[in-house]
């Protein structure tokens, strides 16, 4: 373990313990400020809380039971939350502290407590706001929620949840000030987008495994994939960008491009009671100006029908030299809830033009690869340029056919359009030379369709309780594309760019078939509950059809298909031996397309079985109310194909084995913490050669760490300060492990002001990226291309509620 691991670790280490025990005290200053119209007349604690919340918008809490109201509570005027809540409680020997921006708990000292000085909590529920139906409530500090969508098992608590599963908030989202959901995922310490913000596209790493974006819709958007843009992945319609880790072929189905080591799935915003009207503006990450907005209303008797429209425009220069990028966002969510029918219609327009995109670049065999030049520095000539458009649309519904039977079901699609004029760079020599290898001119085009349904109820067999879910699924996309290349390529330095004049490439005149796919699957899962949900057993399996045509871009002929099945199981168990801690296990398949034996091998054109990649893992989660955390170790197997003695087959294998630490919550009720670090041992165990026989997969470090932290500053009430460190160690570029990238660490600073002016509240938040400018490689994708490091940049925004 390097030095940079201990001493996180032993960071971690002396917070839990800390966290475990109650925090008391706690400012109200600053927040008082904010002050809302109340005119509510409770007849209990519980509705006036409940009312209280609803009206400003803060999340309160409360655990103890609430005594009855001698007389109703009238709270009327213009004041703040802690004002009202002063008139509801009064006399009742209650009183509340703060455990985040606008969140409250209320609490009553213990006989003990009184005694010592300190207040005792049980677990908080949050009960004072309409969360989004059928989405979890924040955890406290707001930075991730207490539970996240389990697929086919529908919205799950997270210590109910015999997987590991982390969901942002939308708050997060804001206060990071994060552009792409790629921002935010790296959140998580066993999660990497290795490439570059500067290109046209973001991958990522879940666990060590790839999941290429691509052409197929590999980000699933409220369980379903095919839905979301597939390049790229604006965070301004995110209400929570979940991970999912490990394989997820029942709960999900088979993903588009068959990645095994997790999911990423967005919830998208929807209309709360409160009305909405939120504008923002920006600049920096260079000298990109911008804004968003955020409207939402509900509408009827009870209020039934909702709509909520979140856009945005960013333009200007990036940090990179060259680079100047204009992006549009328009997210329209409507939504109806009645007794027992709940619709829901997403629409999505996504749009992103760059000039000179960055391009990740290739390391000739044999080259030892140069050290990293400035973050700012762009070798793709200004003169290359992407233009990206992604548009979508769902629609999802429910139907309780009884108390204990719900109907569900959805259908959707998008569509993806890009054109872009670039090469792919190779670096030739260890002084940074590069070739920019096959410029071209291309014109993609990916259509995508999805639908499913199915059955969710709950019922018990003697002293068994169950949740049984029975689904169908439907996923297909076709892949065009038009492609000319340029007989001459230019030539730069990765330290020195040149310019070079324009090379002339003529635009496709025609986006040829190459693809198509067709995923279908039909699932059935089952819960099992005994002493009152203290153990929980989830057994399933689902059976996946695969089905892909390619074809020839000259002729249009089909010259591969592929079409075969396969059953993936899951068990997993959960037990909780106290309140506050559950232990967890799990086996989990995922999916990928079995290849088709190349042209060189004797038994060319002969397809391979799907893929099974196949996890087991164990953990403990703990809750204490206001901090939480977890340990997992798992182990996952991933085969792929190779040829040995001329003959192609599936017996190549890489096995990932891991330990992930994680600490989320409140510290005290001024300090909050997001932290974690993933220990990764990677292995090809099987290759057919000598010299990758045992050697560690492209792109795997041996250790991923994250540590975010926030304090309320006790000197300049609304005032918060952030910090936030990232670290990932060395990566190896080359199967042989012969060339590699250093590991590198990075810190981010920020700061946010919440206030009031003319009863507006106002939130001003900035951030310094990569404070100390280093220079660095930032990751290696599953094409062993390198992804440059960002410089120290910095973005600073307004936001105001009206």
Do not use: C
Request: hydrophobic share 35%.
């Amino acid at each position: 373990m390097n030095a940079f691991a201990a001493k996180l670790l032993f960071s971690t280490a002396l917070l839990i313990p800390a966290a475990a025990y109650p925090q008391t005290g706690g400012t109200t200053q600053g927040v008082e400020r904010a002050q809302y119209s109340f005119d509510i007349t409770a007849q209990s604690l519980a509705q006036g809380i409940a009312e209280i919340g609803a009206t400003s918008g803060w999340r309160i809490a409360y655990t103890v039971t609430l005594p009855p109201l001698e007389t109703a509570r009238v709270i009327r005027g213009t004041m703040s939350p802690m004002q009202a809540l002063d008139i509801l409680l009064k006399g009742t020997g209650f009183s509340y502290r703060t455990t985040g921006d606008n969140a409250l708990v209320i609490v009553k000292p213990s006989g003990n407590a009184a005694n010592s000085g300190v207040t005792t909590l049980d677990p908080v529920r949050i009960e004072a706001t309409r969360e989004q139906d059928g989405l979890s409530p924040a955890y406290a500090g707001g930075m991730v929620a207490s539970g996240g969508n389990l697929g086919m098992l529908g919205n799950t608590d997270i210590m109910d949840a015999p997987v590991s599963i982390t969901s942002y908030t939308s708050e997060k989202v804001a206060d990071q000030q994060a552009q792409t959901i790629a921002d935010v995922v790296k959140n998580d310490p066993s999660v990497r987008a290795p490439n570059s913000g500067g290109g046209m596209l973001d991958t990522y790493q879940i666990r060590g495994f790839n999941m290429n974006t691509g052409n197929s819709g590999e980000i699933s958007m409220d369980g379903a994939y095919g839905v979301a843009p597939n390049y790229r992945v604006q965070a301004g319609f995110a209400e929570r960008i979940e991970v999912l880790k490990g394989p997820a072929a029942l709960l999900n189905g088979m993903s588009p491009n068959g990645g095994v080591g997790g999911v990423i799935n967005i919830v998208p915003k929807r209309a709360e009671d409160k009305d909405l009207n939120r504008v923002s503006v920006d600049y920096g990450l260079g000298e990109q100006a911008g804004g968003n907005v955020d409207f939402s209303r509900r509408f009827g008797k009870e209020k039934q029908f909702g709509i909520r429209f979140n856009g945005g425009y960013h333009n200007g220069d990036t940090y990179l030299d060259k680079q100047s990028r204009e992006a549009t966002l328009g997210a329209l969510a409507l939504d109806y809830r009645g007794e027992d029918l709940r619709l829901s219609l997403d629409l999505i327009d996504q749009r992103e033009n760059m000039d000179a995109p960055f391009r990740e670049y290739r390391l000739a065999s044999g080259v030892t690869m140069p050290s990293a030049p400035d973050g700012s520095k762009n070798a793709v000539q200004d003169w290359q340029w992407s233009d990206t458009t992604d548009q979508s649309a769902m629609l999802k519904g429910e139907y309780d056919l009884a108390d204990n039977l719900t109907l569900f079901g959805g259908v959707g699609g998008g569509r993806t359009k890009v054109d872009r004029l670039f090469g792919y760079p190779i670096i030739t020599n260890s002084a940074g030379d590069i070739d920019d290898d096959s410029l071209s001119y291309m014109r993609f085009q990916t259509n995508r369709f999805t639908a499913n349904a199915g059955l969710r109820g709950d019922f018990s067999t003697g002293s068994i309780d169950h949740e049984a879910t029975v689904s169908t699924s439907y996923y297909a996309d076709t892949f065009y594309r038009g492609a000319i290349y340029s007989t001459t390529d230019p030539a730069s330095n990765i330290y020195n760019p040149s310019s070079v004049p324009p090379i002339f490439v003529a635009a496709p005149t025609s986006k040829p078939k190459l693809s198509e796919t067709d995923l279908r699957g039909i699932a059935i899962a089952d819960t099992l509950s005994v002493w009152q949900d203290q153990v929980k057993l989830t057994l399933g399996g689902r059976h996946q059809s695969i089905e892909t045509n390619n074809f020839s871009a000259t002729t249009g002929a089909k010259t591969a298909h592929y079409n075969d099945s396969v059953i993936t199981p899951m068990v997993g168990l959960v037990v909780k031996p106290t309140d506050y801690m559950s232990v967890y296990a799990n086996y989990l398949e995922g999916l990928s397309k079995g290849d088709i034996a190349p042209s060189s091998a004797s038994n060319a054109g002969e397809a391979m079985a799907p893929y099974v990649a196949k996890q087991i893992e164990t953990g403990i989660k703990l809750d204490f109310g206001t901090i939480g955390g977890s340990a997992a170790l798992f182990q996952i197997t991933k085969p792929s194909g190779q040829t040995v003695n001329n003959v192609y087959n599936s017996d190549a294998e890489q096995r990932n084995r891991g330990l992930e630490l994680n600490v989320f919550g409140e510290v005290t009720p001024d300090v909050r913490l997001l932290a974690g670090v993933m220990f990764l041992d990677a292995e090809l165990t099987k290759t057919n050669s000598s010299t990758t026989q045992g050697n560690r997969p492209v792109g795997t470090p041996k250790m991923q760490a994250n540590l975010t932290a926030e304090w309320d500053t006790p000197f300049a009430p609304g005032l918060t300060l952030s910090g936030t460190i990232t670290h990932t160690a060395e990566q190896y570029i080359d199967t042989e492990n012969t060339q590699d990238i250093p590991d590198w660490t990075t810190l981010d600073l920020g700061l946010r002001y919440k206030t009031t002016i003319s009863e507006t509240p106002v939130t001003v938040r900035a951030t310094i990226q990569n404070v100390t400018n280093e220079s660095y490689w930032s990751g290696v994708n599953e094409f062993s291309m390198i992804s440059q490091g960002a410089p120290r940049t910095a973005l600073v925004s307004l936001t105001a509620d009206f």
